[in-house]
């Protein structure tokens, strides 16, 4: 067990002030890293839901290329011959 007279009383002092000190700020460092991780998350739900949109237009776009090609790639009806007279 250490002597209360082998201790500065400044070093306990800073000691009980870093202690403080740390105690008191633990709270905002906490909601500023939820902040933090909130903001990154948005922003990944953001990306996502920005690639997922312009995936679907470009299944939306192939689609209808798709639906042309048919349409062009389908012959048109001969008519008949006339008939001999």
Do not use: W, Y
């Not at 870093?18 to 700020?25: E, F």
């Not at 903001?39 to 639906?67: S, Y």
């Amino acid at each position: 067990m250490i002597d209360d007279s082998t201790v500065n009383s400044q070093i306990v002092d800073a000691v009980s002030s870093i202690v403080t000190l740390t105690t008191g700020q633990a709270p905002a460092q906490a909601l500023g890293m939820l902040d933090a991780v909130m903001l990154e998350t948005l922003g990944m739900a953001m990306h996502n839901a920005v690639n997922r949109q312009q995936g679907a237009g470009m299944i939306n776009a192939a689609a209808i290329t798709a639906a042309c090609a048919k349409m062009i790639s389908a012959p048109f009806p001969v008519p008949p011959p006339p008939p001999p007279a």
